[in-house]
C-alpha cells in the first residue's frame, strides 16, 4: 500500500507574527516547509495489519530468532518449533504473508528513515522565521550559545524526539538564551540543511538530537515560560494560541 508520510502534531506555536519586526527578505515558514515532500511517498504494507497482527508478526520472530540462536534442550526446541508452526498458521488464517513481510522490514525502515530525514532543498540558505518551542543546549565547540527548536512542547524529553527534518539546531548571540526548556518562541535567521548529531542531557536523560537544520538566529521573540502544572499549562497554551490567532498566525493540526 501506498502511503503518505504524516506527522502527528498537537496545536502548538507553529506559525509566525505579523507584529514581527522582519525584513522583505525574511519569509516567513512553517514545519511542514522543512520536509521534502518527494520523500514522504512510499511502500508501507505494514500499515495495512492491525495492531494484533503486527503483534503476532513480532512474536512470531522472535520466536525464529531465540530458535536460530539456539542452545537449548530439545524439549524446549520442539515446544519452540510448535509456537512457531501455530504463530505461522494464526497469521496464514488471516491472510497475513509472514515471510514476505518480514523480508520488507528493514526495507520500510529505510524509508521511514528517508522520509524523516529528507530536508527541503527549497528553503536552503534562505532567511526565515520559524516559530516552536526551544530546547536549551550546551555550548559549541567554538563558544556559540546553542539550543534546538522544535514543533512540539515535551519533544525529546517526555516524548521521543521528532524527525531529524523536524529539528533544528540554533546557534545564537549571547545577548539572548531560553529561560527555560520549552519557551515559546519564534527565530528569525538563516537556515541551512546541515546534518548534526549531539548527544545532551534533557529532562528524562540522555538524548541523541539529530537535527537536519541549523540557524544562525538573528532575532528571537519571545512569549514566555508555561506553566508546569497541567491546568495551568493548558490555560497558558490557550491564550498563547489566542495572541497567535490575533496577530495573524496559523496554528497548524496536522
Given at each position: 500500500?501506498?502511503?503518505?508520510?504524516?506527522?502527528?502534531l498537537?496545536?502548538?506555536?507553529?506559525?509566525?507574527?505579523?507584529?514581527?519586526?522582519?525584513?522583505?527578505?525574511?519569509?516567513?515558514?512553517?514545519?511542514?516547509?522543512?520536509?521534502d515532500?518527494?520523500?514522504q511517498n512510499y511502500?508501507d504494507?505494514?500499515?495495512?495489519?492491525t495492531g494484533?497482527?503486527l503483534n503476532?508478526l513480532?512474536?512470531?520472530?522472535?520466536l525464529?530468532?531465540q530458535q536460530?540462536k539456539?542452545?537449548s534442550?530439545?524439549?524446549?526446541l520442539?515446544?519452540?518449533?510448535?509456537?512457531?508452526?501455530?504463530t505461522?498458521?494464526?497469521l496464514?488464517e488471516?491472510g497475513?504473508?509472514?515471510n514476505?513481510?518480514?523480508?520488507?522490514?528493514?526495507?520500510v525502515?529505510?524509508?521511514?528513515?528517508k522520509?524523516?530525514?529528507?530536508?527541503?532543498?527549497?528553503?536552503?540558505?534562505m532567511?526565515v522565521?520559524?516559530?516552536?518551542?526551544v530546547?536549551?543546549a550546551p555550548r559549541d565547540e567554538?563558544?556559540?550559545?546553542?539550543a534546538?527548536?522544535?514543533?512540539?512542547?515535551?519533544?525529546?524529553s517526555?516524548?521521543?524526539?521528532?524527525p531529524p527534518?523536524?529539528?533544528?539546531r540554533?546557534?545564537?548571540?549571547?545577548s539572548?538564551t531560553?529561560?527555560t526548556f520549552?519557551?515559546?518562541?519564534?527565530v528569525t535567521g538563516q537556515?541551512?540543511i546541515?546534518?548534526t548529531q549531539?548527544?545532551?542531557?534533557?529532562?528524562d536523560?540522555?538524548?541523541?538530537?539529530?537535527a537536519a537544520?541549523t540557524m544562525?538566529?538573528d532575532?528571537?521573540?519571545?512569549?514566555g515560560p508555561?506553566?508546569?502544572?497541567e491546568?495551568?499549562s493548558?490555560?497558558?497554551?490557550?491564550?498563547l494560541m489566542g495572541r497567535?490567532?490575533?496577530t495573524?498566525?496559523v496554528i497548524?493540526?496536522?
Amino acid at each position: 500500500m501506498r502511503i503518505r508520510a504524516k506527522l502527528t502534531l498537537v496545536p502548538t506555536v507553529l506559525a509566525f507574527f505579523l507584529a514581527l519586526p522582519v525584513h522583505s527578505e525574511v519569509t516567513r515558514i512553517e514545519w511542514a516547509d522543512l520536509i521534502d515532500e518527494t520523500a514522504q511517498n512510499y511502500e508501507d504494507p505494514f500499515v495495512e495489519l492491525t495492531g494484533k497482527q503486527l503483534n503476532t508478526l513480532r512474536k512470531l520472530v522472535r520466536l525464529r530468532a531465540q530458535q536460530e540462536k539456539g542452545g537449548s534442550s530439545p524439549e524446549l526446541l520442539d515446544q519452540l518449533q510448535v509456537d512457531i508452526e501455530a504463530t505461522e498458521a494464526t497469521l496464514a488464517e488471516e491472510g497475513v504473508d509472514a515471510n514476505w513481510l518480514i523480508s520488507q522490514r528493514w526495507v520500510v525502515m529505510e524509508r521511514r528513515e528517508k522520509a524523516g530525514t529528507a530536508a527541503n532543498i527549497d528553503i536552503d540558505g534562505m532567511i526565515v522565521s520559524l516559530g516552536g518551542f526551544v530546547i536549551p543546549a550546551p555550548r559549541d565547540e567554538d563558544g556559540s550559545q546553542m539550543a534546538y527548536i522544535v514543533p512540539e512542547r515535551g519533544m525529546c524529553s517526555h516524548v521521543p524526539p521528532p524527525p531529524p527534518n523536524q529539528m533544528v539546531r540554533l546557534h545564537l548571540s549571547d545577548s539572548w538564551t531560553p529561560s527555560t526548556f520549552y519557551e515559546p518562541i519564534v527565530v528569525t535567521g538563516q537556515i541551512r540543511i546541515e546534518p548534526t548529531q549531539k548527544e545532551m542531557l534533557v529532562v528524562d536523560g540522555t538524548v541523541l538530537m539529530k537535527a537536519a537544520f541549523t540557524m544562525k538566529v538573528d532575532d528571537v521573540q519571545t512569549f514566555g515560560p508555561i506553566q508546569t502544572s497541567e491546568e495551568a499549562s493548558t490555560n497558558r497554551e490557550r491564550v498563547l494560541m489566542g495572541r497567535i490567532k490575533a496577530t495573524g498566525g496559523v496554528i497548524r493540526d496536522d
